[in-house]
């Protein structure tokens, strides 16, 4: 079967190589059933008029006996399709849990409600990007509950799971950006939990994005910094910054305010409080609000929690 990246009415494109069995096998069993709806139906419709009740049709006698024919012509087609079946689907399952040796690799974090995928040189993102034409490996991991990656385009789905690493594997064909979706029912905003894979048109374009996002913090000044970080980490998921308390209390506006928490305490919104919210959420729950933040401990560097209270400073009117 040839690969075809159109979409059609049942699948999206077909972008990765595994695409290729699991289309196979998914139009094989659709048309199979098809036709043999089509089939029982059209005897069942027929059988229905031809003997019905006023009909002056004759009726058969009752025969206990068999058909030789008749047993093996519905025995061996179905176990010919079903060993079909099998064997194009093990073989599919085993290739999909194999990852190929010389596949590059890269780490993937899930929370709620967002991804985080870590490059070979330190750097991580909201995105995935891969290089074109060859076999990537993702190694996955949950900082909470029950995940799934799942990439419609590749075909590929796999759950995520605390406490674990779980992989799996593609080998894109085509380039553009294909759609991520978690695909675990992981709580109130488990729609929102998407990203892209941009697959590059080059391994050199590829290279050439990988070392821009590197060094944000060299690049730009403290709170141009803290403004990505706080796109890039999914912080404004929970945390508005137009004053409008959702998740999460707005940043806007919040600095130097006294908060307070649900153990009766109070603080100021300072440097330290920051950083506590950040490293130790569930230490500080601020009045009003569920203690549903994820900690950002080994996450964010230090450098990028300064940038991070340098940016929240300038939302401070
Ligand atoms: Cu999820």
């Not at 058969?60 to 079909?84: K, R, Y």
């Not at 994820?294 to 991070?308: N, S, V, Y």
Request: charged share 20%; glycine share 8%; with cysteine.
């Amino acid at each position: 079967m040839s690969m075809t990246s159109d979409p059609t009415f049942w699948m999206p494109s077909a972008a990765a190589t595994q695409a290729e069995v699991v289309d196979l096998l998914y139009y094989f069993l659709y048309y199979v059933s098809v036709g043999s709806f089509v089939v029982i139906m059209s005897a069942l419709m027929y059988f229905v008029y031809r003997y019905r009740a006023k009909s002056k049709g004759e009726r058969a006698v009752s025969a206990g006996g068999h058909n030789t024919l008749l047993e093996i012509g519905w025995t061996l087609p179905p176990a010919i399709v079903s060993v079909f079946v099998f064997v194009v689907g093990a073989k599919g399952y085993i290739d999909m849990k194999s990852p190929p040796a010389d596949s590059m690799e890269i780490g993937v974090t899930a929370y709620k409600w967002a991804w985080q995928f870590s490059y070979p040189n330190g750097h991580r993102d909201p995105n995935l990007h891969v290089p074109p034409n060859r076999p990537v490996r993702l190694v996955m991991s949950s900082d909470d509950v029950l995940h799934s990656f799942f990439v419609p385009s590749f075909r590929i789905k796999q759950d995520i799971v605390p406490g674990r690493y779980t992989e799996v594997w593609f080998h894109a064909v085509e380039s553009g950006e294909f759609q991520i979706f978690c695909t675990e029912y992981c709580g109130t905003k488990h729609s929102e939990m998407l990203a892209k894979v941009t697959v590059h048109e080059s391994d050199e374009s590829y290279q050439k994005w990988l070392e821009s996002q590197g060094d944000i913090l060299d690049r730009l000044p403290p709170e141009q910094a803290g403004e990505q970080l706080v796109a890039s980490n999914g912080c404004t998921a929970c945390h508005s910054l137009n004053g409008t308390n959702g998740v999460g209390p707005s940043f806007k506006g919040a600095w130097g305010q006294e908060r307070a928490f649900v153990d009766g305490n109070t603080a100021l919104m300072d440097e330290n409080y920051v950083r506590n919210s950040i490293i130790n959420p569930a230490g500080q729950v601020v009045k009003g609000y569920a203690p549903v933040m994820p900690t950002f401990q080994g996450k964010l560097k230090d450098r990028e929690i300064d940038a991070i209270i340098a940016y929240l400073k300038t939302l401070k009117e």
